[in-house]
């Protein structure tokens, strides 16, 4: 196999704005390592019913409060206010598999996408038009999406992630603060947790970490890899990147502190556009 990559399942949910929050650190491993990480996205599916949450006492009230804690603790743009009603998140799970299965060179934006019109926008991730954005934004045939979704084999792909999420191994068990439990007393992952293999060698990585785990982890898996230095200055990142930042993405990207890499994007020029707590950077 290629000595110099390393293949990479994380566990997530569109929906969930611990996930949303991890986009800084998945950045700055896509800025340091490039083609050397493969990617596969897994889906966790947190709730598969809009009466999963309700039934764990957990209230509409209950979740905007944790994603203003969530968004002042990690700097992602998150509009945290109260939803009009609970959500199954299994069905943005379930078109994020659909792209993986039918347009894998596109799962990457549109789950992307997914996620900013989910948590910065506010947009219910079990309706159509939800999708139907996210599709559009990222290249993706609505109607495409709505027939990869539907086919059986998505479901069935589905059901295996949300399985293996279920089953997690002996490293991750080992961290159960990590991890989180069903209803039915069932040890799942947490959003996002990464599971990072290099041959026979494999390290795990369960429930939101800082990059810095994740570099030691590459490292410790292929020490032939050599990182990209961080970047030299705030338009370098956003023309590298593929779509607008977050003022944290920019700050994980140049290793600046958040204030410092809003007012270097501010006298760089740089388009701002709000969104939920903080808003997005373009040239």
Same mark, same amino acid.
């Given at each position: 196999m290629d000595d110099n990559r390393i293949f990479v399942?994380?566990?997530?949910?569109?929906?969930?704005?611990?996930?949303?929050?991890?986009?800084?650190?998945?950045? +700055?491993?896509?800025? !340091?390592?490039g083609d050397a990480l493969t990617w596969h996205h897994r889906m966790v599916g947190l709730s598969s019913?809009?009466?999963?949450?309700?039934? !764990?006492?957990?209230?509409?009230?209950?979740?905007?409060?944790? +994603?203003?804690g969530i968004a002042?603790?990690?700097g992602m743009p998150i509009d945290a206010q109260i939803g009009t009603r609970h959500v199954a998140t299994v069905v943005a799970c379930r078109a994020v598999v659909a792209v993986r299965r039918m347009r894998p060179e596109l799962v990457d934006a549109f789950l992307r996408h997914l !996620?900013?019109?989910?948590?910065?926008l !506010? +947009?219910?991730?079990?309706?159509?038009?939800t999708l139907r954005e996210a599709a559009e934004r990222s290249g993706v045939d609505p109607a495409d999406l709505t027939a990869w979704t539907d086919d059986p084999g998505t479901a069935d792909e589905l059901a295996d992630d949300m399985a293996a999420a279920r089953a997690p191994d002996a490293p991750s068990l080992a961290l159960p603060e990590r991890l989180a439990q069903t209803p039915d007393g069932v040890w799942r992952l947490t959003c996002p947790s990464?599971?990072?293999?290099?041959?026979?060698? +494999?390290?795990?990585?369960?429930?939101?970490?800082?990059?810095?785990?994740?570099?030691?982890?590459?490292a410790n898996l292929a020490p032939g890899i050599v990182p990209r230095p961080d970047a030299a200055d705030v338009t370098e990142v956003l023309r590298w990147a593929p779509y607008p930042l977050a003022t944290q993405e920019v700050a994980?990207?140049?290793g600046m502190p958040r204030e410092a890499a809003r007012s270097a994007l501010e006298g760089a020029g740089a388009r701002y556009v709000a969104a939920g707590s903080d808003g997005f950077w373009e040239l």
């Open positions: 399942e994380a566990f997530g949910d569109p929906a969930c704005p611990y996930d949303w929050s991890a986009e800084p650190a998945r950045l +700055r491993l896509r800025w !340091r390592y019913t809009t009466e999963d949450y309700p039934a !764990r006492g957990i209230t509409l009230a209950d979740l905007a409060t944790s +994603r203003v002042q603790a990690y !996620r900013v019109v989910v948590m910065g !506010r +947009r219910l991730p079990d309706e159509p038009e990464y599971v990072m293999s290099h041959g026979d060698d +494999r390290l795990s990585a369960p429930g939101f970490q800082p990059a810095r785990v994740y570099e030691v982890m590459v994980a990207l140049t």
